[in-house]
């Protein structure tokens, strides 16, 4: 019986396969942009016309048999300004959307997505999803499994006599 570590040898020796299909399809999507290198790091940046203040910036490194993708996210351009409150799906950083907020905790990391349980300043609880650093939604969230709503309560019992 073959064991999974030979299947995987198979496949042949590592290549930038996919990192260079991601990045294939990024040029052909993308308004504009820019490259620079450092050695055998190269950090790309794309521009598309559906976010005209962001870039999605891809950092990667070509040395080795393969390329090792070390970050890819989306930043705001120089000189755009963040939306102002409340933080709005696809127009607003991670960075940005959680400094108005009160982080009661983080619901999921895995990969390029992140999600947050926030209070805000009237005391309702919310959901907020990112995708490789950019909004992609706000709702309200009434209870987890097992936990029972509050909306603020907790806070206002801890601070009765």
Request: a negative charge; glycine letters at 10%; aromatic letters at 10%.
């Amino acid at each position: 019986m073959r064991r999974e570590w030979q299947r995987v040898t198979d496949l042949g020796p590592a290549r930038p396969g996919r990192m260079y299909a991601t990045l294939e399809f990024l040029k052909g999507a993308r308004v504009g942009g820019s490259r620079r290198t450092n050695g055998s790091l190269v950090v790309e940046r794309h521009r598309f016309a559906t976010w005209p203040d962001f870039e999605y910036e891809v950092e990667y490194d070509t040395d080795g048999p393969g390329w090792m993708l070390n970050r890819a996210e989306f930043v705001r351009l120089s000189g755009s300004m963040p939306p102002d409150a409340p933080p709005a799906p696809w127009r607003c950083l991670k960075n940005e959307a959680l400094a108005g907020f009160e982080v009661l905790r983080e619901i999921d990391s895995w990969g390029s997505y992140d999600s947050y349980e926030v209070r805000d300043a009237d005391g309702a609880r919310l959901f907020l999803s990112f995708s490789h650093g950019l909004l992609l939604e706000v709702a309200p969230l009434e209870s987890l499994p097992g936990q029972p709503a509050d909306h603020g309560q907790d806070e206002a019992r801890r601070q009765q006599p």
